[in-house]
């Protein structure tokens, strides 16, 4: 079959047509046809070994892990879904037997063999899965925008994270407008938050992000200093702040941009912290490379009473993203041209990743089917 195969020990992503079709080997096994499999700003990093103990199989794997498809085979045990089944999958899954288990917390699992990563995930055409791995589809949602059910499940698991809901005058700031900063606008949107505003450097992300008909102000990061010129940020500053760049540079290219007297220490993180009002949430969503390291200064921390959190992968949000994206379809939310999304066949993979990289499209997907 046709697929992308990563070479770990020796970091080399290729294109191949040999690639041994899996097959159904276990009762519980789904196979699937794979329909559409997306690029998820993670693939960098597990590519550049980058992600810590999360780093993905190194003697070979296929990776993605956001991906829809059509079962085409069941196991013998396999109940809940059939042949012809339009579905997604969630990649990963908990041992259930270790301690993070018994806490409530699956995806702290070290055990966690989430398939396009430890196990063949979804650049490919076909991939076989557990049957606890999988997600129907409402009828209303086509398999290319099942593709974003997993990113979604991420981002409902960061706005989880928010605990309790701040008030719907709240000041939010966003920053990047890639699919991740996209995906939260539109959260906020349904949610029924006005006072929203996106920061992303890249103009075509810009136009993109301003299209979705929000009706939020999408800036230059430039323009922040702009918007908090003359105003004390402990009282007039952002409720709530998303960052979904996952690049320290980035946030430091801010920090150095906006109003001087926002200065208290020279580093990368003292620019969010500053836009920050007193009792505000802020959430480093984005995932920043592991090794690389930030500074800040802990009173503003304290004199703040901030909230900094971060926010992994997706425990017990899949189910929900899935069911959102039928919501977001009837509220046309879910235009994959509209979100910036791109599609690529297979071997144009490398054109697919310079144009992620390069900003040219805010998402890139590969079509299978």
């Known amino acids: 079959m046709r697929a992308l195969w990563w ?14 079709e899996p097959s159904v080997q276990k009762p519980d096994d789904v196979k699937i046809k794979v ?3 997306g690029i998820c700003g993670s693939d960098f990093h597990f590519m550049s070994n980058e992600m810590g103990k999360f780093s993905p199989k190194q003697d070979g794997v296929v990776l993605g892990h956001e991906f829809s498809g059509t079962v085409v085979e ?3 045990n396999v109940g809940k879904f059939k042949v012809g089944d339009h579905v997604s999958i969630d990649p990963n899954a908990c041992c259930g037997v270790c301690s993070w288990a018994s806490r409530q917390t699956p995806h702290f699992c070290e055990k966690n063999e989430a398939i396009g990563v430890k196990r063949n995930g979804g650049w490919a055409e076909y991939c076989v ?4 791995s999988v997600y129907q589809l409402p009828p209303e949602v086509p398999l290319d925008a099942g593709a974003l059910s997993e990113p979604y499940s991420c981002v409902l698991r960061g706005w989880k994270m928010m605990d309790k809901l701040p008030l719907k005058s709240s000041k939010v700031l966003i920053q990047g407008a890639g699919i991740i900063g996209s995906m939260f606008a539109c959260l906020f949107y349904v949610n029924g938050y006005n006072n929203v505003t996106i920061s992303e450097p890249h103009e075509g992300r810009r136009k993109t992000c301003s299209a979705l008909g929000l009706g939020y102000d999408v800036i230059h990061p430039q323009e922040l200093g702009l918007l908090m010129s003359g105003k004390d940020a402990d009282s007039d500053g952002f409720d709530v702040i998303y960052d ?3 690049n320290c540079k980035a946030v430091q290219t801010l920090e150095s941009k906006c109003r001087p007297s926002m200065h208290r220490a020279s580093s990368v993180w003292p620019a969010t912290i500053e836009l920050a009002r007193r009792g505000a949430f802020i959430s480093m969503f984005g995932c920043c490379p592991a090794g690389e390291k930030i500074e800040v200064e802990p009173f503003q921390i304290y004199w703040k009473e901030l909230r900094i959190t971060g926010s992994f992968i997706n425990p017990f949000c899949f189910e929900e993203a899935v069911n959102l994206l039928k919501d977001l379809k009837g509220k046309e939310l879910l235009n994959l041209d509209k979100l910036g999304v791109r599609v690529f066949d297979l071997k144009e993979y490398e054109e ?11 998402k890139v997907m590969f079509k299978l089917q």
Do not use: R
């Not at 070479?7 to 041994?20: P, R």
């Not at 697919?352 to 805010?362: D, E, H, N, R, V």
């Open 7 to 20: 070479q770990g020990d020796s970091k080399t992503l290729s294109y191949a047509e040999n690639i041994e």
């Open 35 to 37: 329909a559409f499999s």
């Open 74 to 76: 069941v196991g013998s």
């Open 129 to 132: 899965v557990p049957d606890s």
């Open 244 to 246: 979904c760049t996952g």
């Open 352 to 362: 697919a990743l310079k144009s992620l990289k390069t900003g040219t499209a805010a």
